[in-house]
């Protein structure tokens, strides 16, 4: 069990607030992240129907027989309905949610799910995810404890595989060497598919490692990250091999400042979206405008990308314990790009990072 009793109730005490503040009965929560930040566990959606069901009162979990030891076993919800192949798991969530009044299901349920509960939740339904979402946005001490396990581990996994580079390996092996790396560190596994690119990839910010070698002169742009106790790391760093560019080496000076000066103006009165225009503006007067083709960065928990977001549209001013990257990047087609990638909290007055390894331009 990944979660304290005393958290669970905690929870689930202000998911019933929102839901009282809403005129909400009932809130459904498939498997998945809201699944897991409700209850410990660690499951994903299936074509079986699995639900945690929570009325103003009670809570209990519906779900297939195979599934019954593990929730025993692994979350504190103490009422567990199962069902067993041959009967209809719809009709057993028909009968629980008898009750006239509203539900609010979470958006993530498998569409074929949610198109046989709809036939007789009829004018019922609405969306639970504005609740889950202002409640996950804060990070209590464990939440913050373990994202700085997961960034911790996952510096340390490509601090040891960095000395594996050399000329002509290709994308793919050295990704699979780093992510080979993230068990060593104890980590459960890569939380996302690491993005490994060499010269002229790095452009692309999202590019799947491939048979491409490195070569000396290329930039090396690593993306990554690992999953500890169910939170996720994201980090990015970009390295020169064997010599720098010195237009690249420019470039990189530029989005390490905005890096770091974005991050040391943050304040309690600061918008997320002003985080981005600061980070645009930097890049800008720089003269690469428009080569910065993303937002700023995400917010990062349970899942890689979660609120906030630091893009234009979020206005929302810091929140306190909220964790976000900032990730500027710089990208020239056909010759290469740099992202410098941080994870970091608010503590109330100031933006922090969770990594130490260096932004400072290094030829390996």
């Not at 076993?73 to 006239?100: C, F, H, Q, R």
């Not at 890096?259 to 309690?268: G, I, L, P, Q, Y």
């Not at 010759?335 to 260096?358: A, L, P, Q, W």
Request: glycine fraction near 6%.
């Amino acid at each position: 069990m990944y979660l304290a009793k005393s958290t669970f109730d905690s929870r689930l005490k202000v998911l019933r607030t929102l839901m009282r503040r809403a005129s909400v009965d009932y809130v459904l929560v498939p498997p998945g992240p809201n699944f897991f930040y409700l209850t410990g566990m660690i499951t994903e959606s299936m074509e079986r129907l699995a639900l945690f069901i929570i009325d103003i009162d009670s809570q209990e979990v519906l779900c297939p027989d195979l599934m019954k030891q593990q929730v025993i076993e692994e979350t504190p919800v103490d009422d567990i309905k199962t069902w067993s192949d041959g009967v209809d798991p719809y009709d057993m969530a028909n009968k629980i949610l008898s009750k006239k009044g509203k539900v609010a299901i979470e958006g993530s349920i498998p569409y074929f799910h949610f198109e046989r509960m709809e036939k007789f939740l009829k004018g019922r339904v609405m969306s639970a995810d504005p609740f889950l979402q202002e409640m996950r946005i804060a990070k209590d001490h464990s939440e913050l404890s373990n994202i700085q396990e997961a960034i911790s581990r996952s510096e340390k996994a490509l601090q040891n595989s960095l000395p594996e580079l050399r000329d002509d390996i290709t994308e793919k092996e050295f990704s699979r060497i780093l992510e080979n790396n993230f068990f060593e560190a104890d980590l459960s596994g890569p939380a996302f598919p690491s993005i490994v690119s060499f010269g002229a990839n790095s452009a692309m910010p999202h590019h799947s490692p491939d048979n491409s070698k490195l070569k000396s002169g290329d930039t090396i742009v690593i993306d990554y990250g690992g999953s500890y106790n169910g939170y996720a790391s994201d980090s990015t760093r970009t390295f020169f091999w064997k010599k720098e560019d010195p237009e690249m080496h420019t470039i990189l000076d530029v989005v390490r400042e905005a890096n770091e000066t974005v991050r040391k103006e943050a304040r309690s009165t600061t918008k997320y979206s002003e985080m981005d225009s600061l980070a645009r503006k930097i890049i800008t007067e720089a003269g690469y405008g428009d080569k910065f083709i993303h937002r700023l960065g995400h917010g990062l928990g349970i899942q890689v990308h979660e609120p906030p977001f630091l893009v234009g549209t979020d206005t929302r001013t810091m929140i306190t314990n909220s964790v976000f990257t900032i990730e500027p990047g710089i990208y020239i087609p056909g010759k290469g790009g740099v992202r410098i990638e941080d994870t970091n909290y608010f503590d109330g007055t100031h933006c922090v990072s969770f990594n130490r390894m260096s932004r400072s331009a290094t030829v390996l």
